[in-house]
């Protein structure tokens, strides 16, 4: 897996926090960090929202490949048990170096460093124009609102808002769907996952370390179809 650099002025997202809350820094260094020496198939989700949970860096992630017993919605493999067995241990190692060992464990995905999000895609998914991630998303502007809200406005999606579903507030200058999930994880402490069946694309949203979350699927073509989200 290779790591991609991407300047500033390329993600289209200009904005930082809208809740105030500052991203972890990628070289904050972890301790008595277990990974795995391997990656079970369908793997790369659970280690992944692991180092999100333990550190608070905000991680993005797309999986548009197949893997045996892969489903497409909802953080399907974080359940499964990740086996620490025979782990090694890191201390004293930063976040993003701790993130490419776990990139050279997947040859089939690469990932980049976007404004403090630790982006994780499918190596083709990154130049594949009919990518879902790449449909363009409006500018919006939130505060406060049920995460509900915030999440459909970006998916193209009325959806019923609850407290419950948690708070976000987001100030989004517009760009690709990819910047704005972006946009949202560092609002707060969190984590997107993204997959598609080829007909829809689920996504979903984990707030670490309370573990809540949130998971919204829709048409492929309402992507590209897009009206303006409400504010």
């Not at 991203?23 to 260094?29: A, F, G, K």
């Not at 960090?33 to 990656?39: I, V």
Request: glycine share 8%.
């Amino acid at each position: 897996m290779r790591y991609l650099f991407f300047a500033l002025v390329m993600l289209g997202v200009a904005a930082g926090p809208a809740a105030g809350q500052t991203p972890v820094p990628l070289d904050t260094l972890v301790h008595d960090f277990k990974l795995p020496r391997q990656l079970p198939e369908c793997g790369l989700e659970a280690v992944l929202l692991r180092v999100a949970k333990e550190t608070g860096v905000r991680i993005g992630f797309e999986r548009t490949s197949d893997c045996h017993g892969h489903r497409a919605f909802g953080f399907p493999e974080i359940l499964k048990p990740l086996s620490l067995l025979n782990a090694e241990v890191l201390d004293g190692v930063q976040v993003k170096d701790v993130l490419s060992r776990i990139a050279a464990l997947v040859t089939d995905y690469d990932w980049a460093i976007m404004e403090d999000v630790a982006v994780f895609r499918p190596s083709a998914a990154w130049k594949d124009a009919a990518d879902p991630l790449g449909a363009r998303v409006l500018r919006m502007h939130f505060v406060d609102a049920p995460a509900n809200h915030v999440v459909g406005a970006i998916l193209s999606r009325q959806l019923p808002g609850s407290a419950g579903k948690g708070i976000l507030s987001i100030d989004f200058p517009g760009g690709t769907l990819l910047d704005a999930l972006n946009s949202l994880v560092r609002s707060q402490p969190a984590m997107w996952y993204a997959s598609t069946d080829g007909q829809e694309l689920h996504v979903s949203v984990m707030n670490v370390p309370s573990g809540s979350g949130l998971s919204v699927s829709t048409p492929i073509p309402t992507l590209f179809n897009r009206r303006t989200p409400s504010s």
